[in-house]
């Protein structure tokens, strides 16, 4: 047998061409320009086998020996029931390419990032996010609302008798449910942006915009909207949502390598959205529950999940009349990709008991 | 080099057994001189062929000459009376020889010529995305199955991929990273980063924990990126001569954490200095062998670079407040100003650089580059991440065909140093808090 290649003597960048042979006992014979080395096999260093890369040889007088020919050091090395000094690696070539090796691989891999997506990462987020503190929720929910006011929000034109009713309401509905939050409700002007909306920060605050009042047909309905939100708040859903989509994140950009956070950003959102759907499940049927324990009908829910979709379209309309043609396009895009589920597959349960 | 104090001398003596006519045909040949010119250097009693060497390069040079059947000494330069036939190019034995006139220091300068001098090596890369998919499966794979231990072994087979499918000339890279170090250093990474990212919120006196943690980084930062820089220069080998990286604490200091702290506080306009900064100083503290990689680029050519992509910034920044199509101009135009300025620094800083008198040339270009990165994203978005090794062997591809090596005479002449084992420890570290530096 035959091996040819480069010989470089350690010392110099210089370069040799050269060839190997091998000979009985386990001997190698090494041949060029400037003579003849012998090494025994078991003394010689051989990179193990990956892919169509080149091996190094490297001898025991600190001589390399880079050669192309894969097929022929793995000849060498069977013929002499060696696997080389890295013992084991030499079985990792065999996995990584042989095809059905590398589809068992992909199955595995594929099943476990799907059960990590689906049970592992939401379970692990909600332990967290059970054990942190109440002081870095009141922190998340200060910035957060800071925030919101900054960009988004108006201060309220609500009368303040209706605001008081309905913080009495409020007030007697968060006593009811788990304790150690924080239990708020402010309200605000939603403005262009939000319109009708209700939502709930860590906390414990809640905030329900002016318009969202205003839809309403009777305070049972707005009770309905915050036993929605108070399910958000007692599951943690916030907390879990950033923990859950920032350990995705880190995830997908640690696996895919170097990859621009562009790259990851696509699948990123189709799982939160999946998140997020799961959390709005939850928080109804929290709000169900409420409603059925203290004998409210849970038609109200019903009846102003319907009010806010429809509230929403006519601002979705408005819109689209103030801007140009090719504008709706891309938000109805935004629709299509919406956090909460179908309405009316929503509305149906809290009707049929009704 | 400090003590380039020697030369090497040629009386006239052969390697045993080497043909006289032989050995003139081959320098006459290799060093393209006139066949007047090589019976002069054989005629004179004693000849300087080379001079101003370091010790380590004219054994070397003598080393190269007897392969071509010349025997040389190597002897310091204070002994004047002999013929200098010299120039200082670091050719492969390129004497050019003197007019004879017997008088010491009385040299002419021919043109020598060794086998590829001003030759172009085009940088290869043989990787395949199919080829590299099964290795890369089966890594994750395989750290599924070990509960990350295997990510070490995963990392060097990855790094080994790309390495050895890059080739220069009949010589190809070797990773040589053993993966137990980096475990190690892993597992303790892993523990520090569990610290720092908890120890804030649940450890009793966690806030001054966090708070002396950060310090202890910062401080620490300039000898993880040296010790990160030493292990993954260390371990990549080219022709049996290991890289290295001669770092100090103070120039990592000015580079990592000064310059881009003055860039912070002036608003940006240092920040561009700062990448000059450490672009020369990644370049300047590597190493091939015993020689030194050197820069020539300067911080103006940066800052011209940088001013006209952050402009297509703000265009881009202001395109963005056009209602619905503002978006759909903006983000093309946002992909064009980072592949603007990822082709031209790094052009400017591979072009500036040089490695004894070799040059290199790299040609990014803006518009190939914004390609690239497009439809790897498309790869990659549209596969789940599953067509990740093809995204990355074709950005491995592209930059290998945009980069040549210029090659003043031989790439033979490089003389390996004595090396000091390094642990992937800052390595490893500088990896887990997100570090990611290089060229």
Redesign the interface.
């Known amino acids: 047998m035959e091996i040819t290649g480069e010989l470089y003597d350690g010392k110099t960048s210089a370069h040799w061409s050269a060839r190997l042979t091998a000979h009985a006992g386990g001997l190698l014979q090494l041949h060029w320009d400037e003579g003849t080395s012998n090494y025994p096999l078991d003394t010689v260093a051989i990179t193990s086998r990956l892919g169509n890369t080149p091996r190094y040889l490297t001898l025991p007088d600190g001589r390399k020996f880079e050669t192309r020919d894969n097929d022929a050091v793995d000849a060498l090395l069977q013929q002499h029931s060696q696997q080389g000094i890295h013992g084991w690696q030499s079985y990792l070539h065999k996995l990584e390419s042989h095809l059905h090796y590398v589809a068992l691989a992909l199955v595995v891999v594929i099943a476990f990032s799907w059960g990590m997506l689906k049970y592992g990462l939401p379970a692990a987020s909600e332990g967290i996010a059970y054990a942190l503190p109440q002081n870095i929720m009141q922190n998340a929910t200060d910035s957060t609302l800071a925030f919101l006011d900054d960009h988004y929000l108006e201060p309220s034109e609500l009368d303040e008798a209706v605001q008081q009713r309905l913080a009495a309401r409020f007030a007697a509905m968060s006593k009811q449910v788990e304790q150690g939050f924080n239990y708020q409700l402010l309200f605000r002007k939603g403005g262009e942006m939000l319109g009708a909306n209700a939502f709930a920060l860590p906390s414990g605050t809640i905030v329900m915009t002016d318009e969202l009042v205003a839809i309403a047909n009777n305070d049972e309905e707005l009770v309905a909207v915050l036993a929605h939100e108070l399910g958000h708040v007692v599951n943690r859903h916030s907390l879990r949502q950033v923990l859950q989509n920032s350990a995705l994140s880190l995830a997908i950009t640690y696996t895919t390598g170097d990859a621009s956070s562009l790259i990851v950003a696509l699948p990123v959102l189709f799982v939160q959205m999946g998140y997020s759907r799961k959390f709005e499940h939850e928080a109804d049927q929290f709000a169900y529950d409420y409603l059925q324990h203290n004998a409210i009908a849970t038609q109200h829910f019903a009846t102003i999940l319907e009010g806010l979709e429809a509230a929403h379209m006519v601002r979705r309309d408005k819109h689209k009349e103030n801007k140009k043609e090719e504008g709706s396009k891309v938000v109805d895009v935004f629709e299509y990709l919406s956090t909460h589920p179908p309405t009316a597959e929503r509305v149906k349960r809290f009707r049929e008991e009704g | 080099m400090s003590d380039a104090t020697y030369m090497v001398v040629f009386r006239g003596e052969l390697v045993d057994g080497a043909e006289l006519e032989q050995v003139k045909e081959t320098l006459q040949n290799l060093c393209k001189l006139t066949r007047d010119k090589v019976e002069q250097l054989f005629n004179l009693p004693a000849v300087v062929l080379k001079k101003n060497l370091s010790h380590d390069l004219a054994e ?1 040079f003598k ?2 000459l007897e ?1 071509v059947g010349i025997i040389t000494e190597v002897k310091a330069m204070d002994d004047a009376k002999l013929v200098v036939v010299s120039d200082n190019t670091l050719a492969v034995a390129a004497p050019t020889v003197a007019d004879a006139g017997g008088d010491a220091a009385d040299t002419t300068s021919t043109e020598a010529a060794a086998d590829g001098q001003g030759s172009r090596l085009q940088v290869e890369f ?3 995305g199919d ?5 890369w ?2 890594n ?3 750290t ?2 070990t509960v990350g231990i295997y990510s070490a ?1 995963a990392k060097v ?1 990855n790094h ?2 790309f390495y ?2 890059t080739q220069i000339g ?3 890279f ?1 990773y040589t990273a053993d993966p137990v170090a980096i475990l190690k250093g892993r597992i303790v990474a892993v523990i520090f980063l569990l610290l720092f990212n908890y120890a804030g ?2 450890l009793p006196f966690g806030g001054v924990l966090y708070g002396m943690l950060s310090v202890i980084l910062l401080i620490s930062m300039p000898w993880l990126i040296n010790r990160s820089m030493a292990f993954r220069n260390r371990n990549t080998v ?4 290991r890289f290295g990286f001669d770092g100090n604490y103070g120039g990592a200091l000015k580079a990592f954490v000064l310059w881009p702290l003055a860039g912070a506080f002036t608003a940006g306009i240092l920040m561009p200095y700062a990448v000059y900064k450490q672009k020369s100083y990644i370049v300047q503290c590597s190493r ?2 015993t020689s030194s990689f050197e820069t020539e680029f300067g911080w103006r050519e940066v800052y011209g670079v940088a001013i006209r992509a952050f402009l297509a910034m703000i265009l881009a920044g202001v395109l963005l407040l056009v ?3 503002g978006p759909l101009l903006a983000l093309p135009i946002y992909l064009l100003a980072f592949a603007y300025f990822t082709a031209n620094v790094g052009n400017l800083v591979y072009n500036g650089s040089k490695l004894q008198s070799h040059g290199f040339d790299s040609s990014l270009e803006t518009g190939g580059l914004a390609m690239l ?1 497009f439809t ?2 498309l790869i ?2 549209f596969t ?3 067509g ?1 090794p093809w ?2 062997v074709r950005l491995a591809n592209y930059r290998a065909e945009h980069l040549a090596l210029l090659v003043d005479g031989s ?6 140093a004595e090396e000091k084992n390094v642990s992937s420890l800052g390595e490893e570290i500088g990896e887990a808090f997100d570090l ?1 530096i290089g060229l």
Do not use: M
């Open positions: 070397s080393h190269q392969r043989h990787g395949k080829e590299y998919f099964k290795i499966i089966v994750i794979f395989l599924i199955l072994w087979r080994r991929y050895s499918n009949e010589g190809s070797e919120t649940t080219y022709r049996n001569v091939y062998g209602p619905f199509v990165y790897n994203w990659v978005a789940l991440g599953l990740t995204a990355k790439l033979d002449n490089f003389i390996a990611d």
